[in-house]
């Protein structure tokens, strides 16, 4: 992460978006040094949970062996099985022996999603996840998370836009929580052009953040280029200068 990059954006953040939460960068490395940040889990743990802390400044690193969540591992890539009866769990159940969540229809439909859903290996033994002021220069950023509010979530989704003549530059992929700030981002950052990821629609995973929170997750060559447009683009207009105002009202209480 350079330096200078990391500051600069600081800095317009808090012209444009006023006293809105920095966003938080992701990425795999081997760097043993990381482990430090590894946190033990008991019982059943979501990274979406676990990443609170990390909001609040300080960084997370992961590995399957700390990862407890089975959904989590996997849209990480640390593994591509799934639990016994998964397509039971995610449907309707079976009664006397897996509770259904009821996310979709039948076990079916849910064969098949997973036979669509994209997956891979984690490069890296380690996941990282760093509040953006805490970036250094040597934290080779993947993807850039946002949980934001739904007026500064429109400033993202449309600066996302704003040199794009796709209507789907961002998308809104079916998924865990976890996996639409990590698998679908990710792998976005490998498509040309890549494409912004909105999510933090998954039930399971919504009592973990405030009420009004919504995740917004972009590879780290498309943020770039947000970050450069910022300075052009609907940010400097009367418009957004009355959407700012209400941020701050929101924000402030």
Same mark, same amino acid.
């Given at each position: 992460?350079?330096?200078?990059?990391?500051?600069?954006?600081?800095?317009?953040?808090?012209?444009? !978006?006023?006293?809105?939460?920095?966003?938080?960068? !992701?990425?795999?490395? /081997? +760097?043993?040094?990381?482990?430090?940040?590894?946190?033990?889990?008991?019982?059943?743990?979501?990274?979406?949970?676990?990443?609170?802390? &990390?909001?609040?400044?300080? @960084?997370?690193?992961?590995?399957?062996? $700390?990862?407890?969540? !089975?959904?989590?591992?996997?849209?990480?890539?640390?593994?591509?099985?799934?639990?016994?009866?998964?397509?039971?769990?995610?449907?309707?159940?079976? @009664?006397?022996?897996?509770?259904?969540?009821?996310?979709? /229809?039948?076990?079916?439909?849910?064969?098949?999603? =997973?036979?669509?859903?994209? #997956?891979?290996?984690?490069?890296?033994?380690?996941?990282?996840?760093?509040?953006?002021?805490?970036?250094?220069? #040597?934290?080779?950023?993947?993807? &850039?998370?946002? !949980?934001?509010?739904? +007026?500064?979530? $429109?400033?993202?989704?449309?600066?996302?836009?704003? +040199?794009?003549?796709?209507?789907?530059?961002?998308?809104?992929?079916?998924?865990?929580?976890?996996?639409?700030?990590?698998?679908?981002?990710?792998?976005? /950052?490998?498509?040309?052009?890549?494409?912004? &990821?909105?999510?933090?629609?998954?039930?399971?995973?919504?009592?973990?953040?405030?009420?009004?929170?919504?995740?917004?997750?972009?590879? =780290?060559?498309?943020?770039?280029?947000?970050?450069?447009?910022?300075?052009?683009?609907?940010?400097?207009?009367?418009?957004?200068?009355?959407?700012?105002?209400?941020?701050?009202?929101?924000?402030?209480?």
């Amino acid at each position: 992460m350079d330096a200078q990059f990391r500051d600069r954006f600081i800095t317009l953040w808090a012209k444009y !978006f006023g006293e809105a939460e920095l966003p938080i960068g !992701f990425y795999y490395t /081997k +760097d043993e040094a990381c482990a430090r940040h590894l946190r033990p889990t008991i019982g059943h743990a979501c990274l979406i949970g676990q990443l609170g802390q &990390v909001r609040k400044g300080r @960084p997370l690193c992961v590995s399957g062996d $700390s990862v407890s969540c !089975f959904g989590g591992k996997r849209y990480l890539g640390f593994r591509k099985e799934v639990i016994p009866d998964f397509e039971y769990f995610l449907s309707c159940g079976i @009664p006397g022996k897996v509770i259904g969540e009821r996310y979709k /229809k039948s076990p079916q439909i849910v064969r098949q999603a =997973m036979a669509n859903q994209a #997956s891979f290996d984690a490069p890296a033994k380690y996941a990282v996840f760093k509040r953006w002021d805490k970036l250094e220069e #040597s934290d080779p950023v993947a993807v &850039v998370i946002f !949980f934001a509010i739904p +007026d500064v979530l $429109s400033g993202l989704f449309t600066l996302a836009n704003f +040199d794009e003549t796709d209507p789907y530059a961002v998308i809104a992929p079916f998924g865990a929580g976890c996996g639409a700030i990590t698998l679908y981002p990710y792998l976005e /950052k490998d498509r040309n052009p890549p494409r912004s &990821v909105i999510g933090m629609f998954d039930i399971s995973a919504r009592p973990f953040v405030p009420a009004s929170t919504i995740s917004f997750a972009t590879p =780290m060559a498309k943020f770039a280029r947000m970050v450069e447009n910022m300075g052009e683009s609907f940010l400097t207009t009367k418009s957004w200068a009355r959407v700012r105002r209400r941020i701050q009202n929101d924000l402030r209480g």
